[in-house]
């Protein structure tokens, strides 16, 4: 199974823009790009997905590689509520209803 | 509505104890599933259903029993649990389960304590 890479923690100043990385070097042409985040005491949350373009919703932009092997999670402006664990996950064709969890990046966000 | 909900919240039961946490969801979603995780690591696949039949159990130990009544419904009975089976149990929906693209919705989980 292809696995992503992430660092442990980042930190962030409230309302400033933050770039969550992701690196899946042996990613396949079909596995789509995943971002979830779970908030404290709380279930994961979708966040955003991508296949090749870049995409943009109302919680993040994700920024694709043009050669797939790395993303970026960008949160325009980090609030206190942003602070969560978000996790860069691959969707494999075939096992497409298996979330497989890495490590995650520990976001905190400070005033 | 987009809700995953859980039942109970908390629980605390003795290694012979029966129990059973309940899941619910009113999505028309046809794909549920079971997570476990474990205090600061991520949460593990136990086990899916789609269209209200088992497709996917992830080698999970037969003390841990799935079953889904109907598309709305997700239930786990527990029977003779260890104590290693303390954890945050989580709950999700999907539309479909085959998808590569469809989002799960989970809910807030219910934290198990084996004594």
């Known amino acids: 199974d292809a696995k992503t890479t992430q660092p442990n923690s980042m930190e962030s100043n409230e309302e400033e823009p933050v770039h969550l990385p992701c690196n899946h070097s042996t990613i396949s042409g079909t596995d789509y790009i995943h971002w979830y985040r779970q908030l404290p005491s709380q279930g994961p949350e979708y966040v955003i997905h991508g296949l090749t373009s870049n995409v943009n919703n109302r919680m993040a932009s994700l920024a694709i590689a043009e050669d797939r092997k790395s993303s970026t999670l960008i949160l325009h402006r980090a609030t206190l509520r942003d602070a969560a664990v978000y996790y860069c996950?691959?969707?494999?064709?075939?096992?497409?209803?298996?979330?497989?969890f890495g490590t995650g990046t520990r976001l905190q966000v400070t005033l | 509505d987009t809700e995953v909900t859980q039942t109970p919240k908390h629980l605390v039961m003795g290694m012979t104890n029966k129990k059973s946490l309940k899941c619910e969801q009113h999505m028309g979603h046809r794909a549920m599933y079971w997570y476990k995780q474990k205090a600061k690591k991520p949460p593990e696949l136990m086990f899916v259903?789609?269209?209200?039949?088992?497709?996917i159990n992830e080698s999970v130990p037969s003390r841990f029993s799935p079953e889904c009544p109907n598309s709305s419904l997700l239930n786990l009975h527990l029977h003779a649990l260890q104590p290693e089976d303390s954890a945050l149990y989580l709950c999700?929906?999907?539309?479909?389960?085959?998808?590569?693209?469809?989002?799960?919705?989970f809910g807030p989980g219910t934290r198990l304590t084996v004594l």
């Open positions: 259903y789609s269209y209200e039949k088992l497709s």
């Open positions: 996950i691959l969707r494999f064709t075939g096992t497409a209803s298996k979330l497989t």
């Open positions: 999700a929906s999907s539309q479909g389960s085959q998808s590569s693209y469809n989002e799960q919705f």
